[in-house]
């Protein structure tokens, strides 16, 4: 199992206390293989600023889980298009090693995830256009993450990728493709001005590291407000919509 950052950073035995430190100018790239291939995404123009570095780490109080916390905010490119802001909170000694993250991003083309996303599922996105992203809520720990994410974007068309080589499955995925995009809302709010917020609910895989498990959670989000959910965002979607019923 990979461990999450919060243990290495208890391995941290050498009496060290920084109090900023800076990354300039960075670039950033993560790949996940899961085929023949592997799938990949780029940040560039990675500026980053990073306090509450404080080693060893301290004990907890009693009373208190959460302790010192170290707080990482910065801003990015993602795929040299969107540009992303984001600020993490990590608590290093809590004992589910919990942390919460908010993000935005800008304008971008969605068919600059391709090298990314057609690597995970069969699915290529032929057109669609990120208006903003929002990542209100999200807060996790080494089992699961949960939150809420706010995706505007018009113009969205996907294409099923063919599982076989053979002409017959081609043109069978040609046509569910195009089943596919009658069914899914092709932009976010809808012609009737509805928003749909998406639900982020995904299970950790400790055989992967810190990185994938925020991609796949931010994922489980965009492909919840496409109207792709699991039984358990479906649920916590009721539960959602049930409480804001009854402040109202």
Same mark, same amino acid.
């Given at each position: 199992n990979i461990p999450m950052p919060h243990? @290495? *950073?208890?391995?941290?035995?050498?009496?060290?206390?920084?109090?900023? %430190?800076l990354i300039r100018n960075g670039y950033v790239?993560?790949?996940?293989?899961?085929?023949?291939? /592997?799938?990949?995404?780029?940040? =560039?123009?990675?500026?980053?600023t990073i306090t509450g570095l404080d080693?060893? !780490? +301290?004990? *907890?109080? /009693?009373?208190?889980?959460?302790? =010192?916390?170290?707080?990482v905010k #910065?801003? @990015?490119? $993602?795929?040299?298009?969107? +540009?992303?802001?984001f600020d993490m909170v990590l608590w290093p000694v809590h004992p589910r090693d919990s942390f919460q993250l908010t993000a935005? $991003?800008?304008?971008?083309? $969605?068919?600059?995830?391709n090298p990314m996303l057609t690597r995970l599922i069969p699915v290529s996105i032929r057109t669609g256009m990120v208006d903003s992203l929002n990542i209100k809520s999200f807060h996790a720990n080494r089992l699961s993450s949960n939150g809420v994410m706010e995706l505007g974007y018009h113009n969205l068309n996907l294409q099923l990728l063919p599982l076989r080589p053979d002409l017959f499955?081609?043109?069978? +995925?040609?046509?569910?493709?195009? &089943? @596919?995009?009658? !069914? %899914? /809302?092709?932009?976010? /709010?809808? +012609?009737?001005g509805n928003f749909r917020h998406g639900i982020i609910h995904y299970q950790r895989d400790s055989t992967r #590291?810190?990185?994938?498990?925020?991609?796949?959670?931010?994922?489980? #989000? &965009?492909?919840?407000?496409? #109207?792709?959910e699991t039984e358990t965002q479906k649920q916590i979607r009721k539960r959602k919509a049930v409480n804001r019923a009854k402040d109202n």
């Open positions: 243990q @290495a *950073l208890r391995n941290i035995n050498l009496p060290l206390e920084i109090d900023t %430190l790239r993560y790949e996940e293989q899961t085929g023949e291939e /592997p799938g990949s995404l780029f940040f =560039d123009r990675f500026e980053t080693f060893p !780490v +301290r004990e *907890l109080s /009693p009373g208190n889980s959460s302790a =010192d916390a170290i707080n #910065g801003t @990015a490119r $993602l795929m040299g298009q969107g +540009r992303l802001g935005r $991003l800008n304008t971008m083309n $969605l068919q600059s995830i499955h081609r043109i069978e +995925r040609e046509f569910l493709s195009e &089943i @596919a995009n009658l !069914v %899914l /809302p092709l932009a976010n /709010p809808n +012609r009737t #590291g810190f990185f994938n498990y925020i991609w796949k959670s931010a994922l489980s #989000g &965009i492909k919840s407000t496409a #109207g792709s």
